[in-house]
């Protein structure tokens, strides 16, 4: 049986990034792989479902960051708006996409306000829902869509190092404006800051302990999706 197949679309928080700086979190401990491992666990017997990794270091909606991709030797681009068309229909056909972003918007480089942030998302939605032919395979509609907002940004020497002055404030507003635009957009919202909490340890990455967390909120929203 072809399994159904969900997309998460991130930063470093969907790569997996260890608030220790240790480097990534084991394959089986990210949220990403334990929201597969949850879906098929909960029905053995049906359908079972596959998820693509996508996330990437310092990856912001739509917009250029040459200082933030430095921090990870400065050889790609950050916009996801630039990323996503290739990647949609790299792993299409898909029945989910999870779209996680709004980080690294917040920089304070970026001179982003929290309602340009949501801006982006609205952009990816669109971007998401015009590919190809990138939906369920034998349909003709585009993937259902998670808009899921980045958690709350702690103010520590890494997260200062890294140009997230002033984020804290912009990522606590971020859950309300991304949870209307779903609305006004007909996609779905998972609030990430209700389940888990950033690790102290760099203010902006969520550590090992609150992996499971996001993706059995995020398999308990999809399993209540209509299929």
């Not at 491992?37 to 996330?55: A, K, M, Y």
Request: hydrophobic share 35%; glycine share 8%.
């Amino acid at each position: 049986m072809e399994p159904k197949s969900i997309l998460c679309f991130g930063d470093s928080n969907t790569w997996g990034m260890a608030p220790d700086g240790s480097g990534r979190l084991p394959f089986e401990t990210r949220w990403p792989n334990r929201l597969q491992q949850i879906l098929n666990q909960r029905n053995p017997n049906h359908q079972p479902w596959v998820v693509f990794e996508q996330g990437l270091n310092s990856r912001t909606w739509v917009m250029d960051d040459p200082l933030g991709a430095v921090n990870y030797g400065g050889d790609y681009s950050c916009n996801g708006r630039k990323d996503l068309p290739v990647i949609l229909h790299s792993c299409k056909p898909l029945n989910v996409v999870i779209l996680a972003l709004g980080c690294n918007d917040c920089k304070s480089h970026l001179h982003l306000s929290p309602e340009e942030i949501t801006s982006g998302a609205k952009i990816l939605i669109h971007d998401v829902r015009m590919s190809y032919q990138c939906g369920p395979r034998h349909s003709n509609q585009p993937p259902t869509i998670i808009l899921v907002p980045p958690g709350v940004i702690q103010t520590t020497p890494e997260s200062l190092d890294w140009g997230f002055k002033g984020a804290h404030e912009k990522s606590r507003l971020l859950p309300s404006l991304y949870w209307n635009l779903a609305e006004q957009e007909s996609v779905f919202f998972f609030d990430i800051q209700a389940v888990a909490e950033t690790s102290p340890l760099d203010g902006v990455h969520f550590d090992a302990d609150q992996q499971d967390s996001i993706a059995s909120g995020l398999a308990d929203l999809i399993q209540a999706i209509p299929s």
